[in-house]
């Protein structure tokens, strides 16, 4: 079975722009979620898809959003960029999304803001 | 709220020998899942070995095993005989049921393998 995949791998981007993320996790998996990953910060959750509905959101502002399509692929979209924004976005896919269940990481996108 | 913590932010280990790298989380929850994740240069993010609260007994996988600790909410990972390739960060990481994979991450431990 193919990994969780990222695309794209590496992105610059300068302030005030938007960005889009993709992620396609492993087949059968329907459950996605969304982690971003600075040195300050560490690792923190962003969001969770699960069927194309998010089920569950972390502490980050409305610039930060994201949507799942019935493939169970999805996206993450970041407006209005801030130097801040610059870190790792990693995504994870599972089954049902479920705590108990082991999440299996993409390769991450490393987003640098200008 | 759940907490992870990591209090050794650098290790290092001689090949061949072993090291145990710590972890501490805080919940009130009974039933929960406690993950230890290493992340090479590559970034990518790899299960090392996972344990459920409700089972005493302790993981392993072949080199690595965990010291789960319920009451003091400990969970440590040893590394026996170490290799140059276990070189990477260790993450230690806490999910319970019904977070829908809200995984709370501890700020992670650099470890060395010198050979």
């Known amino acids: 079975k193919a990994g969780v995949t990222q695309t794209p791998r590496y992105l610059i981007k300068t302030r005030g722009q938007q960005v889009t993320l993709s992620c396609s996790p492993i087949?059968?998996?329907?459950?996605v979620s969304w982690y971003q990953q600075t040195p300050g910060q560490g690792l923190q959750f962003l969001f969770e898809y699960f069927s194309e509905t998010q089920r569950n959101k972390g502490n980050f502002p409305g610039r930060f959003s994201g949507r799942q399509f019935s493939n169970s692929r999805s996206e993450m979209n970041v407006s209005t960029l801030e130097l801040g924004d610059s870190a790792l976005y990693l995504c994870?896919?599972?089954?049902?999304?479920?705590?108990?269940?082991?999440?299996?990481f993409g390769p991450g996108t490393r987003l640098l803001v200008l | 709220a759940q907490t992870v913590t990591q209090s050794q932010p650098e290790m290092s280990v001689q090949e061949a020998e072993t090291v145990t790298l710590s972890c501490t989380y805080d919940t009130s929850e009974s039933d929960y899942y406690l993950f230890w994740y290493k992340q090479p240069p590559s970034r990518q993010m790899i299960l090392v070995i996972r344990?459920?609260?409700?089972?005493?007994q302790n993981a392993t996988e072949n080199r690595f095993s965990v010291n789960f600790q319920k009451a003091a909410k400990s969970f440590s990972l040893k590394i026996s005989d170490s290799q140059l390739g276990d070189a990477a960060m260790y993450f230690c990481?806490?999910?319970?049921?019904?977070?829908?994979?809200?995984?709370?991450f501890g700020a992670g431990t650099r470890l060395t393998v010198k050979p």
């Open positions: 990481a806490y999910t319970a049921p019904y977070n829908n994979n809200d995984m709370r």
């Open positions: 994870a896919s599972s089954f049902m999304g479920q705590g108990r269940e082991t999440q299996y």
């Open positions: 344990q459920e609260a409700y089972k005493q």
């Open positions: 087949s059968g998996h329907r459950s």
